[in-house]
């Protein structure tokens, strides 16, 4: 994803996750305060934390399911 993609977004009111700090990278980049590479790895910065935050958020439901599976009384391929 690029900046001008993300801006595009921005000013058509869709933003998400992620896209509101590129609109503001953006806007930096636009004011000469950062280069469009600095703005580019803040953003792979920050996606690549987003994955692994829900990679660590899915293991941790998966985890807390499988812990719980006896109490509710449920095999654990239901859930596969």
């Given at each position: 994803t690029s900046i001008t993609t993300i801006a595009n977004q921005a000013a058509s009111g869709k933003l998400g996750r992620g896209e509101e700090l590129a609109s503001?990278?953006?806007?930096?980049?636009?004011?000469?305060?950062?280069?469009?590479?600095?703005?580019?790895?803040?953003?792979?910065?920050?996606?690549?934390a987003d994955a692994a935050r829900d990679a660590a958020r899915a293991a941790g439901d998966s985890q807390q399911l499988?812990?719980?599976?006896?109490?509710?009384?449920?095999?654990?391929?239901?859930?596969l």
């Open positions: 503001i990278l953006s806007g930096l980049v636009a004011k000469g305060t950062i280069t469009q590479a600095q703005a580019d790895a803040i953003i792979a910065a920050h996606t690549a499988s812990a719980h599976q006896p109490d509710i009384g449920i095999d654990g391929t239901v859930f």
